[in-house]
């Protein structure tokens, strides 16, 4: 059975097409390992977002994985985020 948010069962529509959920990319082994070497870090120095979260859940991400997230801005334009997924 799906879980209830809000009165609405999760699996009634796509939340990764709702305007207000930015673009998630799950970054491949390769892609994960430029980017830390990039930024000089280890991957639990990046923020960190949840298994638990609804967006995770719904593009099958693990825990260690990083996801790109680009979050559009009328004022701000495109912004780039990156997360380590994580149990806590």
């Keep these: 059975m799906s879980n209830l948010y809000g009165g609405v069962l999760e699996k009634e ?7 207000l959920v930015p673009e ?3 970054l491949k082994e390769e892609e994960r ?3 830390l070497e990039e930024l000089k870090i280890l991957p639990q120095q990046l923020p960190k977002i949840l298994t638990t979260d609804p967006v995770v859940k719904e ?3 693990k825990e260690g994985d990083v996801l790109k997230i680009i979050r559009k801005s ?3 334009g495109e912004t780039t985020y ?5 149990k806590k």
């Design 82 to 86: 990156y997360r380590l997924v994580s």
């Design 74 to 76: 009328q004022t701000a």
């Design 33 to 35: 390992k430029k980017l």
């Design 59 to 61: 593009i099958e991400a």
């Design 24 to 26: 998630h990319i799950l």
């Design 13 to 19: 529509y796509d939340i990764l097409k709702h305007e």
